[in-house]
C-alpha cells in the first residue's frame, strides 16, 4: 500500500486504512489546515490527521509524513 514517507496513496480510504492500522487517525495534526470542503464548499480547519467535516460529513485524511501541505489531504468519503 505505501512505504514510510516516500510513496503516495491512491486515494482517501488508503490513507485512513494506514492512519488506523498505525493508531494515528485521532491524534493531533502538527499543525491545522484549513481548506474548502469538497463536498459542501464551506472553509474546514482539520485538526485531527482524520478528520470528518462539521458541516456535512465529509472525511479527509492525511498521513503525518504528509501533513504540511493541503494537497495531501484526500477525501475518503462521507460517513454514513
Same mark, same amino acid.
Given at each position: $500500500? *505505501?512505504?514510510? /514517507? +516516500?510513496?503516495? !496513496?491512491? @486515494?482517501?480510504? &488508503?490513507? &485512513?486504512?494506514?492512519?488506523? $492500522? $498505525?493508531? !494515528?487517525? @485521532? &491524534?493531533? $495534526?502538527?499543525?491545522?489546515?484549513? !481548506?474548502?470542503?469538497? %463536498?459542501?464548499?464551506? %472553509? =474546514?480547519?482539520?485538526?485531527? !490527521? %482524520?478528520?470528518? /467535516?462539521?458541516? /456535512? +460529513?465529509?472525511?479527509?485524511?492525511?498521513?503525518?509524513? *504528509?501533513?504540511? @501541505?493541503?494537497?495531501? =489531504?484526500?477525501?475518503?468519503?462521507?460517513?454514513?
Amino acid at each position: $500500500m *505505501h512505504d514510510g /514517507c +516516500s510513496g503516495k !496513496f491512491e @486515494d482517501g480510504k &488508503q490513507v &485512513q486504512a494506514k492512519l488506523r $492500522m $498505525m493508531g !494515528f487517525y @485521532d &491524534q493531533m $495534526m502538527p499543525f491545522p489546515a484549513t !481548506f474548502i470542503c469538497k %463536498e459542501c464548499n464551506k %472553509e =474546514i480547519t482539520m485538526t485531527t !490527521f %482524520e478528520y470528518e /467535516c462539521p458541516h /456535512c +460529513s465529509m472525511v479527509y485524511a492525511v498521513t503525518p509524513c *504528509h501533513a504540511f @501541505d493541503v494537497e495531501n =489531504i484526500l477525501a475518503v468519503g462521507k460517513r454514513k
